[in-house]
C-alpha cells in the first residue's frame, strides 16, 4: 500500500524567512496530493492542493511542487509568519478508484522572533 | 453551522465501556470519512461513506469499531469494549464529491479526544 514519509519532525525559521517542508511518498501511481496545516486542538485544514499531472501550484504565500520523478513533494511557505505555527502534513490519494487519503507525520513548524 | 461539527469534543471512558461519537457533516456532502490520529502521528483512514452506503472499512482496526450513516447525513463512530490502544483522536472530515477533486475537498472537524483509563 501507499506509504507517506517526511524528511524531518521539526522546522524552526525565523519570522520572514522563506520555509520548505517536504515529503516522500511511494506509490508512482498517487495522483493527488494535499498539504494540510492542523493547528493544537483542532482538525487538518486544507491549505493547497496539487493534481500529478502538474509539478507546482501557487497560493496565497504557499507553492508545491510535485517530482513525480523521485515521488517527492514540498510545500514552500513565503515570508513566514507567527500564525503559521502548526503541525503540517502531505497527504497522498492512495490509488485511483479509492477515497482514503494516506497521510504522513508531520512536520511542527516552529516561528522564532 | 457552516462545518463539520464533532461531539462530545472530549470523551473518558473507563477500559471495557463503549462509546458512540456523533459527527454532522457540512450539509449537502455526500462523502463523510473518519480518520484516527494517535498522539504525535498523522491521521490514520479508518472508514468511508458515500451518503448511506458505507463504501470502505479497511481502516477499521477491529470489529469492536462500528460506524453508521443511515440517513446519508449525520454519523456515529461506535467503539465497544473500549482498550487503552484506543485512545486517539477521531477526527470526521466531510466533501462534496469524490476524490479527486478541486480545492477544499475534504474538511475536517475539531475531532473527538477519547482517553481510554
Known amino acids: 500500500g501507499e506509504s507517506v514519509g517526511l524528511h524531518l519532525p521539526t522546522l524552526s525559521v525565523q519570522e520572514g524567512d522563506n520555509s520548505i517542508i517536504n515529503c516522500a511518498y511511494s506509490?508512482?501511481?498517487?495522483?493527488?496530493f494535499i498539504w494540510y496545516k492542523q493547528e493544537s486542538g483542532k482538525g487538518p485544514q486544507f491549505i493547497i492542493d496539487?493534481?500529478?499531472?502538474?509539478d507546482k501550484r501557487q497560493g496565497q504565500r504557499v507553492t508545491v511542487l510535485l517530482n513525480k520523478t523521485v515521488k517527492h513533494l514540498s510545500l514552500q511557505i513565503a515570508a513566514t509568519q507567527p500564525g503559521d505555527s502548526a503541525v503540517y502534513f502531505c497527504?497522498?490519494?492512495?490509488?485511483?478508484?479509492?477515497?482514503?487519503?494516506?497521510f504522513g507525520q508531520g512536520t511542527r513548524l516552529t516561528i522564532n522572533p | 453551522g457552516a462545518g463539520v461539527s464533532q461531539s462530545p469534543r472530549y470523551k473518558v471512558a473507563k477500559r471495557g465501556q463503549d462509546v458512540a461519537l456523533r459527527c454532522d457533516p457540512i450539509?449537502?456532502?455526500?462523502?463523510l470519512f473518519w480518520y484516527q490520529q494517535a498522539l504525535g502521528q498523522g491521521p490514520e483512514f479508518l472508514t468511508y461513506?458515500?451518503?448511506?452506503?458505507?463504501?470502505?472499512k479497511s481502516g477499521l482496526p477491529s470489529d469492536r469499531f462500528f460506524a453508521e450513516r443511515p440517513e446519508g447525513s449525520v454519523s456515529t463512530l461506535k467503539i465497544q469494549r473500549t482498550q487503552q490502544e484506543d485512545s486517539a483522536v477521531y477526527l470526521c472530515?466531510?466533501?462534496?464529491?469524490?476524490?479527486?477533486?478541486?480545492?477544499?475537498?475534504?474538511?475536517f472537524g475539531a475531532g473527538s479526544r477519547l482517553t481510554v483509563l
Open positions: 461513506f458515500q451518503n448511506e452506503a458505507q463504501l470502505d
Open positions: 450539509s449537502g456532502h455526500v462523502s
Open positions: 497527504a497522498v490519494h492512495a490509488q485511483w478508484g479509492a477515497q482514503k487519503l494516506v
Open positions: 472530515a466531510s466533501s462534496r464529491m469524490d476524490l479527486p477533486s478541486g480545492a477544499n475537498v475534504l474538511t
Open positions: 506509490n508512482s501511481a498517487s495522483d493527488y
Open positions: 496539487i493534481r500529478s499531472n502538474m
